[in-house]
T-cell receptor
Framework: NAGVTQTPKFRILKIGQSMTLQCTQD?????MYWYRQDPGMGLKLIYY???????DKGEVPNGYNVSRSTTEDFPLRLELAAPSQTSVYFC??????????????FGPGTRLTVL | GQQVMQIPQYQHVQEGEDFTTYCNSS?????IQWYKQRPGGHPVFLIQ?????EVKKQKRLTFQFGEAKKNSSLHITATQTTDVGTYFC????????????FGTGTLLAVQP
């Protein structure tokens, strides 16, 4: 199993550009998450999904959109990139939300710089 | 909003010394998880605590969950250079076990 994979690893965007961060998991997990991590800080939840076709906002959703058309994929879309979106983005997945099964598995991250 | 704070932010120890990081939540948690993130890496799950007052051990690491389920600690005995990284606690507020609130993290540096 590859676990959680993310592409690209690095990206530089100009202000106002758009892009999609890809995330795929092969563990048949129902729950998927997008976090951002600013330098020296903890992780902030952007969006999450409890299953295909279902998404919901996290703590910092503004400026982002997500979709979940399949169990495996959970792309994150930035429509109008702003310097404040410079961060490292982590995708994660878990089997369920039940204690004991809600351990989260993280992808390697995407380092995004907006200039 | 709900917050999870960790102290200290940074700790520098000599190899062989002990290390402790503390995690405090503004609200009661249904469970708490601990993750380790190596420099330049991604968070990796270490353990989950669910019960009030629970204590779990993993080799040199000891994890505790407070009686009121609002605080937790991670203690490392006799640190090694492989322990270097940032340790995060992540709490699940009551009734929302899939929405973890991550603490601010403690960066551990170990000098050989």
């Amino acid at each position: 199993n590859a676990g959680v994979t993310q592409t690209p690893k690095f990206r530089i965007l100009k202000i106002g550009q758009s892009m999609t961060l890809q995330c795929t998991q092969d563990m048949n997990h129902n729950y998927m998450y997008w976090y951002r991590q600013d330098p020296g800080m903890g992780l902030k939840l952007i969006y999450y999904s409890v299953g295909a076709g279902i998404t919901d906002k996290g703590e910092v959703p503004n400026g982002y959109n997500v979709s979940r058309s399949t169990t495996e994929d959970f792309p994150l879309r930035l429509e109008l990139a702003a310097p404040s979106q410079t961060s490292v983005y982590f995708c994660a997945s878990s089997y369920s939300a039940t204690a004991g099964d809600n351990e989260q598995f993280f992808g390697p991250g995407t380092r995004l710089t907006v200039l | 909003g709900q917050q999870v704070m960790q102290i200290p932010q940074y700790q520098h120890v000599q190899e062989g010394e002990d290390f402790t990081t503390y995690c405090n939540s503004s609200t009661t948690l249904s469970n708490i998880q601990w993750y380790k993130q190596r420099p330049g890496g991604h968070p990796v799950f270490l353990i989950q605590l669910v019960k009030s007052g629970e204590v779990k051990k993993q080799k040199r690491l000891t994890f505790q969950f407070g009686e009121a389920k609002k605080n937790s600690s991670l203690h490392i005995t006799a640190t090694q250079t492989t322990d270097v990284g940032t340790y995060f606690c992540a709490g699940a507020p009551g009734g929302a076990t899939n929405k973890l609130i991550f603490g601010t993290g403690t960066l551990l540096a170990v000098q050989p």
